[in-house]
């Protein structure tokens, strides 16, 4: 049972967002007036989608 608790500590902490990830989230979902799309609790893979889609509708934005 200890072993498992370790293991699923581990796992959490590396798919739980980076730093980098959470602070460059927070600014796009700020600067494209969508604060909803920053959560502290979104995993490494789902917070970089998010980042990519905030980044092509600031650029769309941008655009015209």
């Known amino acids: 049972?200890?072993?498992?608790?370790?293991y699923d500590a581990?796992?959490?902490?590396?798919?739980?967002?980076?730093?980098?990830?959470g602070l460059r989230l927070k600014r796009l979902s700020e600067e494209a007036y969508q604060p909803a799309q920053y959560d502290r609790s979104l995993s490494s893979t789902e917070a970089a989608h998010r980042i990519q889609v905030l980044e092509a509708e600031i650029e769309l934005a941008n655009s015209f």
Request: glycine share 0%.
């Open 10 to 21: 581990k796992v959490f902490l590396m798919e739980q967002m980076t730093r980098a990830q």
């Open 1 to 6: 049972m200890q072993l498992q608790r370790k």
